[in-house]
């Protein structure tokens, strides 16, 4: 299984991003996908998590600017960052809670990062 994120870039303080990250393989069913982030000397943090069902979970750093959405047929997650801050620079990573044989269960994988650099 892949997971293939893309859309990160440098970006003014205030301005917006869109991150997209697409699943591929022999995938039987995606349970979450999610985004992450990483900033040198820290631990990976949850941005925001989206259900197979819609639900959603997001960091209270990001809530009311960042949204989270799926395409399920595409097995696609989106981010959509907007009124960036300069402490939203990171390394974003993908994440997908997902079956590849039913016999085994659902297992986590990582996509790998995008770089976000909110400056001026």
């Known amino acids: 299984v892949q997971l293939q994120a893309s859309g990160g870039g440098l970006v003014q303080p205030g301005g917006s991003l869109r991150l997209s990250c697409a699943a591929s393989?022999?995938?039987?069913?995606?349970?979450?996908m999610g985004w992450y982030r990483q900033t040198p000397g820290k631990q990976r943090e949850l941005v925001a998590i989206?259900?197979?069902?819609?639900?959603?979970n997001y960091a209270d750093s990001v809530k009311g600017r960042v949204t989270i959405s799926r395409d399920s047929a595409k097995n696609t997650v989106y981010l959509q960052m907007n009124s960036l801050k300069p402490e939203d620079t990171a390394v974003y990573y993908c994440?997908?809670?997902?079956?590849?044989?039913?016999?085994?269960?659902?297992?986590?994988?990582w996509g790998q990062g995008t770089l976000v650099t909110v400056s001026s």
């Open positions: 994440n997908a809670i997902l079956t590849l044989d039913r016999r085994l269960g659902a297992k986590g994988y």
């Open positions: 393989g022999n995938i039987v069913s995606i349970n979450v």
């Open positions: 989206i259900s197979n069902v819609g639900s959603t």
